[in-house]
């Protein structure tokens, strides 16, 4: 059966019954946004508590589920068994030796029973992981929440000089998240190194993975070089051109790089593929929050880290909330990512930027959410970039992450809900942005990043001064240097 374009039909197929003690408290159906982002986390769970509310159904209102053929549910099954174990197990988090948790095993497959031989294994030291300390570590988190004082004062200076800005002297204040710091070179590795972390915990040998701008590949790629894990990604023919240097990079760190004709949505269809023929032996570690459940609520619960950091930052740096959050939206893992923690605060407004390429009305761009229609892709209900006919259209943006034609369904709801706004920036918008920010505070960002910061123009003038504004760095530019210089951005600087 095809996974790459399926029609709505009906209701996500129903979730499989529960496996093991935890599942008895699920939440069934839809989710309220105060229930779902008002619990625990990876960063203050509360040990052996049956209420974690990530055990529901994966449906965001009526985005979400699971539309996969029958023979992938007792996979995705098993998969949201072990992240539900592992949002509440001690070792996985915070490197202890889990306590009381003979329940685990009463219900589990013999898959997971040899998995546990192998976790038994794992005591000695020397192969001793865990994630907590592994971000700290590897990742080189927390990230700075860095005050831009430059970029500040050249919005500043543009509301004195400008005849919109009325003279006013005042003006909100910039602070960028740096994701861009991590390793590797953005946020992806959050959810690829934990990901990783589960696929060995349930005993997978190999690791199946898509990438568009090459950022998820080269994650993927350390984490599974770190974890001793075979890994195999897939990416489109264009956008191996325009990202050469990560395919170099995947490479170097051991993966085997398979090429698919056309961009990141032909590489995920292939990765998808490939994953349901190996089902038995490979882990399909999702890039971001889209894909059946539980994938879109694993790589939101792994990427909320960035949020918890700002809130924790902020208050430390002036006491209080950030007004403003604003990040880009491929298909939103960086914007989840920030976004989650703050959705119950209903003072911070939360700003999603998607790329309109070379304009709405060229047909020739990546807004999902401005334009397009709601439909079921790659085994998820959420808005999709489809023609008439439910045919899904191919995306386009200079941010070549950003070249996805959906959303995740997470963020399909806050879209529906309005508790989130999304916006566009084009590519050229996105490239003046990158330029601006480079030449400011000696700061490359990635093209995806920059349209966060291209919306900044439109933004700032509206703000009230003082306002906290805060805006995800999700990456760094390098890999796109070769597209800015055959746009001749870079010589026009020499
Ligand atoms: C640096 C960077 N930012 C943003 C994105 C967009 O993805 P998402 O919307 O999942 O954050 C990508 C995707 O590859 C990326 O590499």
């Known amino acids: 059966m095809s996974l790459t374009k399926i029609q709505v039909v009906g209701q996500p197929l129903p979730r499989v019954s529960a496996r093991n003690h935890r599942m008895r408290n699920s939440v069934v159906c839809g989710v309220s946004i105060k229930r779902h982002h008002s619990g625990p986390s990876l960063g203050s769970v509360t040990k052996g508590s049956d209420e974690s509310p990530f055990l529901h159904n994966g449906t965001f209102g009526r985005f979400g589920g699971k539309f996969v053929p029958e023979t992938l549910i007792s996979h995705l099954g098993d998969l949201e068994d072990e992240f539900n174990f592992v949002l509440n197990d001690h070792e996985f988090q915070v490197g202890r030796k889990p306590k009381g948790s003979s329940a685990r095993f009463v219900h589990l497959s013999i898959k997971l029973i040899l998995t546990l031989i192998k976790l038994i294994d ?103 070089a770190k974890l001793s894990l075979q890994c195999i990604v897939f990416m489109g023919t264009t956008d191996m051109k325009k990202q050469c240097s990560n395919v170099h990079s995947m490479k170097l760190l051991g993966v085997q790089v398979k090429s698919v004709e056309g961009t990141f949505k032909d590489a995920s269809s292939e990765a998808i593929r490939n994953w349901v023929e190996n089902i038995d032996v490979a882990y399909y570690l999702s890039g971001t929050v889209v894909g059946p459940h539980p994938c879109p609520v694993m790589v939101c619960e792994f990427q909320s880290v960035i949020g918890k950091e700002t809130r924790r930052q902020a208050k430390q740096l002036w006491g209080g909330k950030p007004d403003v959050l604003v990040a880009c939206v491929g298909s939103g893992s960086n914007a989840l990512g920030l976004f989650h923690e703050f959705v119950g605060d209903e003072d911070v407004r939360l700003v999603g930027v998607e790329g309109s390429g070379l304009g709405l009305d060229s047909g020739k761009h990546s807004a999902t959410l401005a334009v397009g229609d709601i439909g079921v892709y790659h085994g998820t209900m959420s808005y999709l970039l489809q023609d008439d006919q439910g045919q899904i259209l191919r995306p386009h943006s200079i941010g070549v992450g950003l070249e996805y034609p959906g959303v995740g369904p997470e963020i399909s709801f806050l879209k529906e809900t309005g508790r989130a706004e999304f916006y566009t920036a084009t590519d050229q918008e996105a490239i003046q942005a990158c330029m601006l920010l480079s030449r400011l505070e000696g700061i490359i960002p990635a093209l995806e990043a920059s349209h966060a910061f291209a919306f900044l123009d439109k933004l700032v003038p509206t703000l009230a001064d003082g306002a906290k504004v805060v805006v995800n760095c999700s990456g760094r530019g390098d890999k796109d240097l070769d597209t800015l210089i055959q746009r001749g951005m870079v010589s026009s600087l020499c």
């Open 122 to 224: 794992r005591h000695s030291p020397a192969k001793y992981e865990e994630l907590t300390t592994a971000l700290k570590d590897y990742v080189g988190r927390e990230t700075p929440l860095y005050f831009a004082g430059l970029l500040t004062e050249h919005y500043k200076n543009l509301a004195r000089t400008t005849e919109g800005g009325g003279g006013r002297n005042g003006g909100p204040e910039i602070f960028l998240k740096r994701e861009d710091l991590s390793h590797c070179g953005s946020h992806k590795i959050n959810n690829a190194l934990a990901q990783a972390m589960i696929a060995r915990r349930l005993g997978c040998s190999h690791v199946v993975a898509a990438t568009g701008a090459g950022q998820h590949g080269v994650a993927t790629a350390a984490a599974c």
